[in-house]
């Protein structure tokens, strides 16, 4: 991997448009089955960790993210005012308070973020106590995302993950008692041996505790975890794909029913309250930006940054992170996006979301080929066009995006 050293203030900037901030935090008490994100349990690396990222807050507000392609064509500074904030990892609610303190503390001086910014922070149920949610209240988080998996004791302690099913709904109230009016929850399906009662009890669950967002991800077997070890040593068995497909047009059947709005792929939001709060509801602002492209600058080991025209990573080393940022240089590789992966990336963000392809943002040439590769899909009610400008999947096709997406890539 190269690493680039910021050593001169280039002019080359973004347009003047809102931006979003990511901050990555890789700590973990231990670590979940099927986890393939960049993440450690080295807890005693944090404060270490956290000094790094403010400083490479200092560093990026005065240059920005360095492209690899030259030295005269950088990713300039972020001079854009942030419309929104997430902690991710790994486990943001592993820091302590004086840490999560620091951190919100560097982020108003270096970046100019919007009054109405929306500011969201990862977390475990187990993490959110009296103290975690005293410490919220000083913070400007306002949006919460919690991974509750399941509401399945015996499927949480199959997960590795360390809390119980009961300590969710306990979270939810402490989070509600210090004025956090948007939670997420994360759930599981398609757990080896999973029945559609047992995935209607852990539908039911979430209903009940009427949370703002739901996100769903079937268990999936990545290659590097130890759940993948597991499904080739035979211990378990994947779940039958056509199961599956029921679990997963059960929970939007009954979402949609509660007043969620299935908004993309994975994730729901309650949509009674939308055009009271904004456009995009209970939607998160966040993650819609990177669907839909807006620039976003990411700060931490691993962290990814994209200025419309290049894409950026750091690397996904603490130590290695933590030693570069100390001597002023940020580690980092990178790609600029040329024409042909820019309209492979649109297909495949868009077309996860309800708002489709707006097939007027592409060129007459990627307009022809994505029309003449969606024509099957039309023809077997896979896509469907509402308007001349609009190209989305149905219902039926939701289950089979990669298989559409794929196809309509050049």
């Given at each position: 991997m190269?690493?680039?050293?910021?050593?001169?203030?280039?002019?080359?900037?973004?347009?003047?448009?809102?931006?979003?901030?990511?901050?990555?935090?890789?700590?973990?008490?231990?670590?979940?089955?099927?986890c393939?994100?960049?993440?450690?349990?080295?807890?005693?690396?944090?404060?270490a960790?956290v000094?790094?990222?403010?400083?490479?807050m200092?560093?990026r507000?005065?240059?920005g993210?360095?492209s690899?392609?030259?030295?005269?064509?950088?990713?300039?500074?972020?001079?854009?005012?942030?419309?929104?904030?997430y902690?991710?990892?790994g486990?943001?609610?592993?820091l302590?308070?004086?840490?999560?303190?620091?951190?919100?503390?560097?982020?108003?001086?270096?970046?100019?973020?919007?009054?109405?910014?929306?500011?969201?922070?990862e977390?475990n149920?187990d993490?959110?106590?009296?103290?975690?949610v005293?410490?919220?209240s000083?913070?400007?988080?306002?949006?919460?995302s919690?991974?509750?998996?399941?509401?399945?004791?015996?499927?949480?302690?199959f997960?590795?993950?360390?809390?119980?099913?009961?300590?969710?709904?306990?979270?939810?109230?402490?989070?509600?008692s210090?004025?956090?009016?948007?939670?997420?929850?994360?759930?599981?399906?398609?757990?080896?041996?999973?029945?559609?009662?047992?995935?209607?009890?852990?539908?039911?669950?979430?209903?009940?505790?009427?949370?703002?967002?739901l996100?769903?991800?079937?268990?999936?077997?990545?290659e590097?975890?130890?759940?993948?070890?597991?499904?080739?040593?035979?211990?378990?068995?994947?779940?039958?794909?056509?199961?599956?497909?029921?679990?997963?047009?059960?929970?939007?059947?009954?979402l949609?029913?509660s007043?969620?709005e299935?908004?993309e792929?994975?994730?729901?939001?309650?949509?009674?309250?939308?055009?009271?709060?904004?456009?995009?509801?209970?939607?998160?602002?966040?993650?819609?930006?990177?669907?839909?492209?807006?620039?976003?600058i990411?700060?931490?080991?691993?962290?990814?940054?994209?200025?419309?025209?290049?894409?950026?990573?750091?690397?996904?080393?603490?130590?290695?992170?933590?030693?570069?940022?100390?001597?002023?240089?940020?580690?980092?590789?990178?790609?600029?996006?040329?024409?042909?992966?820019?309209?492979?990336?649109?297909?495949?963000?868009?077309?996860?979301t309800?708002?489709?392809?707006?097939?007027d943002?592409?060129?007459?040439?990627?307009?022809?080929?994505?029309?003449a590769?969606?024509?099957?899909?039309?023809?077997?009610?896979?896509?469907?066009?509402?308007?001349?400008?609009?190209?989305?999947?149905?219902?039926?096709?939701?289950?089979?995006?990669?298989?559409?997406?794929?196809?309509?890539?050049?």
């Open positions: 190269r690493l680039f050293c910021i050593i001169e203030n280039y002019s080359v900037s973004l347009q003047h448009i809102m931006a979003g901030l990511y901050i990555h935090i890789p700590f973990c008490a231990s670590r979940c089955v099927y393939g994100f960049f993440s450690t349990t080295h807890l005693d690396k944090r404060q960790y000094e790094a990222l403010c400083r490479e200092q560093l507000s005065l240059v993210p360095i690899p392609i030259s030295p005269i064509s950088p990713m300039g500074p972020i001079t854009s005012q942030i419309d929104t904030v902690l991710g990892g486990t943001p609610s592993q302590s308070a004086e840490q999560l303190q620091q951190l919100f503390l560097y982020i108003s001086n270096v970046y100019d973020v919007s009054p109405k910014a929306e500011v969201t922070i977390c149920p993490d959110v106590s009296t103290p975690f005293a410490t919220l000083r913070l400007p988080v306002n949006r919460v919690m991974g509750a998996q399941s509401f399945n004791d015996e499927r949480l302690h997960l590795r993950r360390r809390h119980r099913a009961a300590q969710v709904g306990e979270a939810v109230q402490l989070l509600r210090a004025g956090i009016s948007n939670i997420s929850i994360d759930l599981m399906y398609g757990f080896p041996d999973e029945t559609m009662d047992e995935w209607n009890a852990d539908i039911d669950a979430s209903l009940a505790l009427e949370v703002e967002h996100s769903a991800y079937a268990l999936s077997y990545e590097g975890t130890s759940l993948y070890t597991m499904l080739q040593q035979g211990k378990v068995k994947e779940l039958d794909e056509e199961l599956q497909r029921e679990m997963y047009y059960t929970l939007k059947d009954r949609e029913a007043g969620y299935h908004y792929l994975s994730n729901f939001a309650r949509k009674e309250e939308r055009e009271k709060r904004n456009e995009e509801g209970f939607r998160s602002r966040h993650n819609s930006s990177y669907w839909n492209h807006t620039p976003y990411g700060i931490g080991a691993g962290a990814h940054s994209f200025d419309g025209r290049h894409r950026q990573w750091n690397v996904a080393d603490i130590d290695q992170y933590v030693k570069a940022i100390g001597e002023g240089r940020v580690p980092a590789d990178g790609e600029e996006i040329d024409d042909l992966t820019r309209y492979n990336e649109t297909v495949m963000t868009a077309l996860r309800v708002d489709g392809i707006q097939l943002k592409l060129s007459s040439v990627e307009r022809a080929h994505c029309l590769q969606a024509k099957k899909f039309l023809d077997c009610d896979w896509l469907c066009r509402p308007d001349d400008h609009t190209l989305r999947l149905t219902r039926d096709g939701l289950f089979v995006s990669d298989t559409v997406i794929t196809a309509l890539m050049l």
